[in-house]
């Protein structure tokens, strides 16, 4: 080996060793105790009283799997990802296309005030927006009082409602992202096309439709994939906004229950860690595989 490789191997060992330890031990050492009876009592110290540090196979997924609340879980984060990037997508592609209009004026004023969500931490974005859903104090129940609506929406305790809350909460989070994607794809598409359009009598909508939304498509997947994988992941949003009401409606949520909750069982909670990760991986490659965002311009 010669010698400007070994120093350079010697360089880069400290590197590697940090990463191994800091990223990959975690993820083996978790692997570890979803196949264990890991929980309070024998672990990390072995109480006198509690059952012994033993490996029990597939029992955390088998009961994790029969679990009602985990099915629970896993079928409304599913809905929330299907109604949550919906409405992202739409958002991005309606305010992308809107301040990219030749007849809006101002429109570097508009996008940097657009991506303001960014720039303020998520405990305060959701705090303001909890106090904003607030049923009595709130301003939007407030204003719907004004408008002469009796029964007020309980955006806080009811399910659907908080549901939908939830949502505007995560489009209000998200846009921007799906604005920058979406923006910089629309720079791409050429005048020449456009005109074309024009000139061959097309309506603004069919030009969209025809002409823009199929150049930009591969973008507006990327951005959908990666923002539907973050949906799945949902959990500080709801955590700060009501634990109690979404533990058994967002399979993060519910994992971090069972590691933290009233009777905390770390071998189930890593359990659902696992399940949830290899799901979302198997959802990112179909879609990946689907939308053939693996050819590049190819595709």
Do not use: C
């Amino acid at each position: 080996m010669k010698k400007t490789t070994m120093i350079a191997l010697f360089l880069i060992l400290p590197g590697i060793a940090a990463f191994l330890f800091f990223n990959l031990w975690p993820i083996i050492y978790s692997i570890y105790l979803a196949f264990t009876n890991a929980q309070l009592g024998n672990f990390p110290i072995q109480a006198p009283q509690a059952p012994k540090l033993t490996f029990v196979g597939l029992d955390n997924f088998r009961w994790i799997l029969s679990d009602e609340k985990f099915r629970s879980a896993f079928l409304w984060t599913w809905l929330f990802v299907l109604t949550s990037v919906t409405l992202k997508v739409l958002a991005g592609i309606f305010l992308s296309l809107l301040y990219n209009s030749s007849y809006v004026k101002g429109k570097m004023i508009y996008r940097s005030l657009l991506i303001i969500p960014w720039a303020l931490p998520l405990l305060f974005s959701v705090t303001v927006w909890k106090f904003m859903f607030d049923p009595i104090f709130g301003p939007i129940n407030q204003m719907l009082k004004s408008l002469g609506v009796q029964t007020l929406p309980n955006w806080i305790n009811d399910p659907l409602w908080a549901f939908l809350a939830l949502n505007i909460i995560e489009v209000w989070l998200a846009y921007p992202f799906m604005i920058t994607v979406i923006t910089a794809a629309l720079q791409s598409v050429p005048d020449t096309l456009v005109e074309a359009a024009i000139i061959d009598g097309a309506s603004y909508w069919q030009r969209i439709r025809h002409v823009v939304l199929p150049i930009v498509g591969k973008p507006i997947a990327f951005a959908t994939i990666l923002t539907s994988a973050a949906s799945f992941q949902y959990f500080m949003v709801p955590y700060i906004y009501n634990a109690g009401l979404f533990e058994d409606k967002f399979i993060l949520l519910y994992g971090f229950r069972k590691a933290f909750g009233a009777t905390p069982h770390y071998g189930r909670a890593a359990a659902v860690m696992i399940i949830a990760t290899l799901v979302l991986a198997v959802y990112m490659y179909v879609n990946v595989r689907i939308t053939k965002l693996q050819e590049g311009a190819k595709g």
